[in-house]
């Protein structure tokens, strides 16, 4: 069995994820290194360990997390396509099980927000994780004066929290936002997109999406 821990020991996958975060970081966008698919893979595995899914499924639910934006090393427009078929070639020359392959492959083909569809509960658990990573330190920017709408709105979030309730019918986001860096309004206009796809999301793992900003409820 390809174990989580296997893909994140691997150098080549490593070089992949470097390589799709360096391009990003030339085209201004927020880190997407590291820090975010392990950050992505320890929020996919806390929500479906929490609704009482399989270890198999929250094993692969984290490699799916891990991988999800290997396709930025090819381009960002399409990356999710480009990153389920770079993902496929990689896990199927390691020898997974083809269902197992499929599962993975499949997550990271819907994630992003453009094309993407929680058509099973990896998906969903990978795109709720995904889009819910908003944070002070994924912006690059050092100057303040310099930054667009996604640095102030990520710059703003001084603490992101994912919870679900203990009935485990509703899932909250639950962000304190420093509003001298970025407005309430800064956040729908980049995210509502992405909020609307986690309510989604939540629905196919029957839950609710909720989205509490400042201790007030808006979603």
């Known amino acids: 069995m390809i174990t989580f821990e296997d893909i994140k020991n691997r150098e080549d996958i490593k070089t992949y994820i470097t390589q799709a975060d360096e391009s990003l970081l030339s085209l201004g966008f927020t880190e997407h290194s590291f820090a975010h698919v392990g950050k992505v893979a320890d929020t996919s595995k806390y929500i479906l360990e929490t609704l009482g899914y399989s270890s198999h499924e929250i094993e692969l639910a984290q490699i ?77 920017n050092i100057d303040p004066t310099a930054f667009d709408i996604h640095d102030r709105v990520n710059y703003s979030v001084k603490k992101s929290v994912v919870k679900i309730n203990e009935d485990h019918t509703i899932i909250k986001l639950k962000l304190t936002v420093d509003t001298r860096y970025g407005s309430v309004m800064d956040y729908f206009e980049i995210f509502l997109g992405r909020m609307i796809m986690c309510r989604k999301a939540a629905e196919k793992l029957g839950l609710q999406f909720k989205l509490i900003i400042n201790e007030q409820q808006v979603i």
């Open 64 to 140: 799916a997390s891990y991988l999800h934006d290997i396709g930025n090393m090819i381009n960002r427009v399409g990356h999710s396509e480009s990153g389920a078929e770079l993902a496929f070639f990689i896990l199927n020359n390691l020898g997974m099980p083809p269902k197992d392959t499929a599962a993975i492959t499949t997550a990271i083909g819907n994630h992003d927000e453009g094309t993407g569809v929680a058509v099973n509960p990896i998906a969903a658990a990978l795109i709720i994780a995904d889009k819910t990573d908003v944070r002070r330190t994924r912006v690059r």
